[in-house]
């Protein structure tokens, strides 16, 4: 079975799939087999689910989209909405044996979650729950902006409490505004336990691969090992 990384952000619109293709990317580059997943998208635009295609796109292994991305709902809105009107659940029982599937095939894959780490799913599970069924240690993508600090503690405590590992964090400057960016990053170096993976500066044509080099892969290779004692 291969290693796997649950991708959460701070909230929606801060970067996941950037990370995580970046990942994909960074993994690749090592001669690994790496593959993306999206358990559950919502948004699409021209027949198509933009993370998911991105991802695929990250990936170096081939596999079937149901395995990549075993719900796909057509409005932006919150997944357990998006359920409802489409008249099914989300199954979480689904999305582990996709995951199975994936990880018997590629020897990394990269989970990106939908939304905010508690995010609700169904109406008895959260993202948390999701991430909890795969047991995978967590990357938190931080959108820099005002108010970081709070989100990222707060996600940060409900990542422990749900008892997964914080494999660490990448801070992204969505907000080319922000006052006292470095000092934000800083304090969230203080407070946070999982290492800071890279630094992503604003840039509307930002993507995966142009990041490569601002992740820091190797930190993760720790945390790996200490899930796997």
Same mark, same amino acid.
């Given at each position: ?24 990317? +960074?993994? +690749? ?12 998208? +919502? ?34 809105? +919150? ?151």
């Amino acid at each position: 079975m291969g290693q796997g990384y649950f991708i959460t952000g701070t909230d929606t619109g801060v970067g996941k799939t950037t990370v995580s293709c970046a990942l994909l990317h +960074a993994f +690749a580059a090592q001669g690994r087999k790496a593959v993306g997943m999206k358990p559950v998208a +919502a948004g699409c635009e021209n027949g198509q689910w933009p993370d998911v295609e991105m991802l695929r796109a990250a990936s170096n292994v081939n596999v079937t989209r149901r395995q990549i991305n075993p719900y796909a709902f057509d409005p932006s809105i +919150a997944p357990h909405i998006a359920a409802q009107q489409a008249g099914t659940e989300i199954d979480l029982t689904v999305i582990h044996r996709a995951y199975q599937e994936l990880s018997a095939t590629a020897d990394i894959v990269i989970v990106e979650g939908v939304g905010g780490f508690l995010v609700p799913l169904n109406p008895r599970q959260t993202g948390a729950d999701l991430a909890q069924t795969l047991n995978l240690p967590v990357i938190l993508v931080v959108g820099m902006r005002l108010g970081c600090l709070n989100h990222a503690l707060l996600t940060a405590q409900a990542i422990k409490t749900a008892g997964l590992p914080l494999a660490g964090w990448v801070a992204n400057g969505i907000d080319p505004q922000m006052q006292a960016l470095q000092e934000n990053i800083a304090t969230l170096e203080q407070w946070l336990e999982g290492p800071l993976l890279g630094v992503m500066p604003f840039d509307s044509k930002i993507d995966g691969k142009n990041v490569i080099g601002l992740l820091d892969t190797a930190k993760l290779e720790k945390i790996w090992e200490c899930k796997m004692q």
